[in-house]
């Protein structure tokens, strides 16, 4: 049985590994790939295509699903501050109460379960203040009374 009836089993099982590779080397890149190879399989199943021109199309169909993959995974992206690792700017516009007096620019308020630093207007214990903003590398909070 000549050799050419294989080659879209084996582009499919190529593609499938490298689809499987993806587990363990994560980055959503060889997926792609992996997709270019079997639908290669998938078209040399309807059309006899000589070696070096597979090679072609398999690198042509690499790029584009790769261009493909890389436009969905994109748009799932915020681009931006998501505050996962910033707890502090998570709290901004939200109210608590002071626990010491601001005196001089800094004081103490409850946030939640814990003590933070504040910045703002002199204000006494017991006073409620709305965070607006985040100073010292997310150390510091910066508020304004309610």
């Known amino acids: 049985m000549p050799a050419v009836l294989y080659a879209p089993f084996a582009w499919m099982v190529f593609g499938l590994a490298l689809c499987g590779a993806e587990i363990f080397i994560p980055g959503a890149f060889l997926l792609w790939i ?17 070696f070096e021109w597979s090679l072609l199309a398999f690198a042509a169909l690499a790029v584009v699903f790769s261009l493909v993959g890389r436009k969905v995974y994109g ?10 690792n910033s707890r502090a700017a998570a709290l901004v516009g939200r109210e608590f109460t002071l626990i010491e007096p601001i005196v001089s620019g800094e004081g103490k308020a409850k946030v939640l379960d814990t003590v933070w630093r504040v910045t703002g207007a002199d204000a006494p214990a017991g006073s409620r203040v709305r965070v607006t903003g985040v100073v010292a590398r997310g150390a510091v909070l910066q508020v304004e009374p309610v």
């Open 34 to 50: 992996g997709l270019a190879a079997v639908a290669l399989g998938l078209v040399e199943l309807l059309v006899a295509i000589p």
């Open 75 to 84: 748009g799932l992206t915020t681009g931006g501050e998501t505050g996962l």
